[in-house]
């Protein structure tokens, strides 16, 4: 892994697999998705950790088991706490309904330590 | 609006018309529903503001136009920060694309003063 | 609009315009589509009715602007009740959240009547 | 498992994990949500069985892996007919495709007797 | 298999195990979707490999586990080259955010051959 | 509008106005997604008229309001043949059902030539 995706690895908790390939394949487009990734995942407004608890909110809403496993996993390395997390899904409880939750919840309670 | 209806108001910022309805239609499920709302809604790990933010951004990823324009005027009547919210919309970029972030972009440039 | 399309009308409530643009365009797709269509929402072992309800909660879930209305103007055609309408957005609402019943509670409010 | 909820499962066929684990976590949350989903799931307007056929339906068409089961599974502790229920889904295939249909024909072969 | 779906299966390179089931269970509906499904799948304004590209695309956008590999190993089938398939995955990406791009990207590494 | 989206917009047909926005108030973040979108929209191994062909196909799926109709724009501006896109979308509808397919044409019958 290079010093830039390692540097996106402090930032977001886990670096996605595609963005590894990318940088294989692709490097030029890896160095657009890399720099657009870190700014938008670093401490800002609102901190890292803020950002991933909406993240995965987001990947349980949209019932995407990829994403939401992804997002849960890197809260978890980025020191989330649980019960902030829980508490944020039940919005996305209101918003998209008991499966959305499911989505959120199975996956948080995978990745991440009560 | 009833008195639950008004607690439920200044903890969400906006009470769906949907509730209202049922107030008058069924009063047993408005009475369920209010209190889940507000026990969800309120201040707790989170605050009233980052879930209005929350919810934003999932009905924003959902493309849901009226919820995420519902959700964007709740979060400007509990004084929610544009920034913060422009900030958390592009977690949503992230993980649902640019239309996505234009559904929340363009709702709270409606609602919510800069 | 040809007798196979007045056909479908009576059995789905709104023949849809594409299909008739599609009439125009290229009629076998159009056979093909419209036939198909008279199969599916005919009366079986589920009434035409019942079928439009299940329509109606299906592109309400799916936040289907388009959809939700032209389902609930066909299920007004076919003199669907408005309480069972209702009361069957209730178990969308919790498979997909309040906003997906407020999409569907709009759409008969407008094309439905109480 | 306490008496509210052997009540629900009497009701919907299955109860979540879910609220189970909110039945530990915050009896509260947990009330409210069992007496609205009894509410909302019972005989009333629609039959109980009817009301499964629609949640199997809108799960299908959001691609919702985890509620299609589930709800498959409810339907069949029900009694749901297999008939009316590949029926229905019919419905999902022309609002949401083929793939929506392939989601929920997967589910009630899995989970429901022909 | 019958002559009719043989023939379906040159044109979209793998035909879905519905349409397998519909013929046994309902012959006319699996002759107006075959037929339909021939009519828009065959080579016209577009290649039948671009429709499948196409199609890939839309399916990793929907999160759709089952649809996405179906159609990525009917591209396969039909000689799809992965370089394109891959860029095509690209606009998904910006349209419907990186965990689509996953969807995707998963399903053709995983059933067609560089 | 500065160099950067000029270029941007002979290459995909419109320029967001999200991106627009970004060159004011954030023109590092500008910078990254303009060159990005530069990136992944250009000829390639498909053409520019192809890929933006399959954007309006992603839109529709998505019932995206927004993005569907500044796709259809943006493949006007690029000259994309109307028949060919029609004929696309015909693919959508396979896969994401007739209401999908309703989306797309709707939006080329406003934006595009016939």
Chains 1, 2, 3, 4, 5, 6 share one sequence.
Not at 99 to 110: E, K, S, V, W
Request: hydrophobic residues 45%; aromatic residues 8%; neutral net charge.
């Amino acid at each position: 892994m290079d010093a830039q995706l390692k540097e996106l690895e402090e930032e977001i908790g886990k670096v996605p697999l595609i963005v590894q390939k990318w940088a294989k394949e692709d490097p030029a487009l890896k160095d657009w998705v890399t720099e657009m990734d870190k700014h938008i995942w670093k401490d800002g407004k609102l901190s890292r950790q803020t950002k991933k608890i909406i993240a995965v909110c987001v990947a349980a809403a949209l019932r995407d088991r990829h994403a939401v496993r992804a997002q849960a996993a890197g809260a978890s390395n980025l020191g989330v706490d649980y019960d902030e997390m829980e508490e944020a899904l039940r919005v996305t409880f209101l918003l998209a309904g008991m499966p959305a939750y499911t989505y959120g919840r199975t996956a948080i309670d995978d990745f991440m330590k009560k």
